[in-house]
């Protein structure tokens, strides 16, 4: 009797550790076919062109980089997902055409086309797909816009699935986008910059007038923590602008004088921070006033580079 006492108990501990050892090796595969399965859930949301073009559209909406990049062609995701967090949302605001993030809704309407409206609080933008124009491994996709006139996507068919490959007539490439918003960028911080020599200029002439001195540094012209002007601290300008370092550029102060060392006016000049990417062109202001503008490879310009006139005068 002991010992068939003795025999059940250890087949009752065979039997357990056998259990788990199949839940552990369950366990196991669950966990290994958990990235199988999202893979497949993604092969199947590019199924086929209008599968494709709705998750791309979707997860723009919602602002998910990550499933974005799902949808795009090996080099552009590449270049997709190595931008910065901001420039990867402010791609897909201007892929979806929404200005915060939302989410999407996806049904048919009456005439059974595919209609995907993405809902925020303060807009709704509908994307109605149009029937598609397939040619083999590429199909263009018509889409009605609010309402608006039609715009067309173009995907072609890839190993895994249908990826996105153009937008009208534009090719969508990432790098050259990237590209693009460099020079644009580079535009914006150019004009600015020939704003704020301006307005130091300005600033310096009104410390001049104020104080019956020159300002020997920009950090002068700043403001005063107790927001009190003196000559240290005038609360002319901002204080990025008084740091020297603002919208990508460097700005220095330079006081002229005669030879018997009086002072005669000042000169302003602006640098590119990172040549090629915050700005090309190095601007002057000379002591008669004249704006001065050069390509210089992010060397200073002078008084003998082209005269510009600043936008707007």
């Known amino acids: 009797m002991k010992e068939t006492a003795q025999q059940r108990g250890r087949e009752r501990f065979a039997l357990s550790a056998a259990g788990k050892t199949v839940l552990a090796l369950l366990a196991a595969l669950l966990c290994s076919a958990a990235p199988a399965r999202a893979s497949q859930a993604q092969t199947r949301s590019r199924a086929t062109p209008r599968d494709a073009l709705v998750g791309a559209l979707s997860a723009a909406c919602s602002e998910n980089p990550q499933q974005f990049s799902a949808f ?20 897909l605001k201007r892929f979806a055409l929404t200005s915060i993030v939302g989410h999407a809704r996806i049904f048919l309407d009456t005439r059974g086309q595919t209609v995907l409206q993405c809902n925020n609080p ?17 199909a263009f996709i018509p889409v009605q816009v609010s309402g608006e006139e039609n715009t067309e996507f173009g995907l072609v068919r890839q190993p895994d699935g249908w990826r996105l490959f153009s ?16 020079r644009a960028e580079m535009a914006a911080n150019e004009v600015m910059t020939i704003a704020d020599l301006e307005h130091l200029a300005q600033a310096i002439k009104t410390y001049h007038a ?5 300002p020997e540094t920009l950090g002068q ?23 020297g370092t603002t919208n990508g550029y460097r700005f220095r102060l330079h006081l002229v004088t005669d030879a018997n060392g009086d002072i005669q006016g000042f000169e302003l000049a602006a640098v590119p921070e990172v040549y090629d990417k915050t700005g090309r062109r190095s601007f002057f202001l000379g002591l008669d006033g004249k704006l001065h503008a050069a390509d210089k490879q992010g060397a200073p310009a002078t008084d003998a580079d082209p005269v510009i006139t600043p936008p707007g005068n």
Not at 72 to 91: C, D, E, V, Y
Not at 122 to 138: C, G, Q
Not at 210 to 214: E, H, I, V
């Open 167 to 182: 937008l009208d007539l534009l090719v969508i490439d990432v790098p050259e986008l990237v590209r693009q918003w460099e």
């Open 210 to 214: 104020g104080f019956g001195r020159w």
């Open 72 to 91: 795009l062609l090996a080099g552009s995701r590449r270049a997709f997902l190595a931008l910065a967090p901001a420039r990867q949302k402010a791609l």
């Open 122 to 138: 303060a807009e709704s933008i509908t994307f109605r797909l149009l029937p598609a124009k397939l040619d083999r491994n590429v």
């Open 221 to 243: 012209l700043g403001p005063a923590p107790s927001k009190t002007s003196s000559p240290e601290r005038a609360q002319l300008v901002s204080s990025n602008l008084a740091s």
